[in-house]
């Protein structure tokens, strides 16, 4: 039976949706045994497109086209097909794996060619559909269309598969949620040594799209002591809905004075940007200052020994 060994490449165009330039909106592959090739979006009478935008009522069905171009000296053989979108462990935008079975807009996808045959710099149209079911939930479903080129080891017994990939992103109408949740918030404080200087927190908490529509956030965090607070603003990419990303802020400016709190605050906009309702999360640690207890001990023992020395010196 074979071994899936890696996924070698998967290309995501548009992440910023309209922001690449007209020579960049073709996917481009080449892979370490000289196998090169580019994707992109048929033409149509809108303006280049750098991937698959539809908005799309439920049951509606779409035709289009996808062009796939051998930029390489052989023939070229590639499977086409859809993928679910799955935001991945660092927050971005990934695909299911070839293996995983689509459950939405990749299941909504097909092409006129489940595989094809490329010759060298020759380009080919793949046209397919897209159908939305009736009982399509209102939202965002992001996914990806993907060419896959599949090689086995001379052994037979492991399976590369290389695959490219443009997005796939369909707002399905109906009532937009924006909706954000912060879980897992924690503080963490450096052994503050230096009695002089304020140390830098880190502040880490998840962040969960819980909205139907693909949004981003206004990122505000800070941590406080009892002597002052270390502040910081920044921006949550784009999560599809049900993603979610692990954050880690630091915070420098801030005096450990036994108790330390963070507090996160997000403002949410969906991609069109319409705002969503702003939420809060908060948590306390510990921040024992160590310098300033150093300085503190040394004080109070040279205090006892200048009392002791004093109360030698009365009694002489």
Do not use: C
């Not at 006129?112 to 479903?141: K, N």
């Not at 080129?149 to 796939?168: C, E, H, I, N, P």
């Amino acid at each position: 039976m074979y071994r899936t060994a890696a996924v070698v490449l998967i290309s995501l165009l548009a992440l910023l949706a309209g922001a690449l330039p007209a020579q960049a909106l073709a996917a481009t592959s080449t892979t370490a045994d000289g196998l090169s090739w580019s994707i992109r979006p048929g033409s149509t009478d809108a303006a280049q497109r750098s991937n698959f935008s539809y908005t799309l009522d439920p049951g509606a069905t779409i035709q289009d086209t996808l062009v796939v171009t051998n930029l390489g000296s052989t023939p070229l053989d590639l499977a086409v097909y859809a993928a679910d979108g799955v935001t991945s462990a660092s927050g971005h935008l990934d695909l299911e794996p070839a293996a995983t079975a689509a459950a939405s807009v990749g299941s909504w996808f097909a092409a006129e060619a489940a595989t094809i045959t490329v010759q060298p710099g020759a380009a080919r149209e793949v046209p397919f559909s897209l159908a939305v079911p009736a009982d399509a939930s209102p939202g965002d479903h992001v996914g990806g269309v993907v060419t896959s080129f599949v090689s086995a080891a001379a052994q037979g017994t492991v399976k590369l598969d290389r695959r490219l990939a443009t997005r796939l992103n369909v707002r399905v109408a109906g009532e937009e949620t924006i909706a954000m949740a912060i879980s897992d918030v924690t503080v963490n404080y450096p052994a503050a040594w230096n009695p002089f200087a304020p140390v830098a927190p880190e502040v880490t908490y998840t962040v969960t799209n819980n909205g139907n529509v693909r949004a981003l956030a206004d990122e505000n965090v800070d941590a406080s002591g009892l002597l002052g607070a270390g502040a910081a603003s920044g921006a949550v990419a784009e999560l599809i809905p049900g993603g979610s990303s692990t954050r880690t802020v630091t915070l420098p400016g801030t005096w450990p004075i036994f108790a330390g709190n963070a507090t996160v605050v997000l403002q949410p906009w969906s991609v069109a940007g319409s705002p969503g309702t702003e939420v809060t999360a908060a948590a306390s640690t510990a921040a024992v200052p160590w310098g300033q207890l150093a300085v503190l001990l040394v004080v109070v023992v040279l205090a006892v020994i200048l009392a002791r020395r004093r109360a030698r010196q009365a009694r002489a």
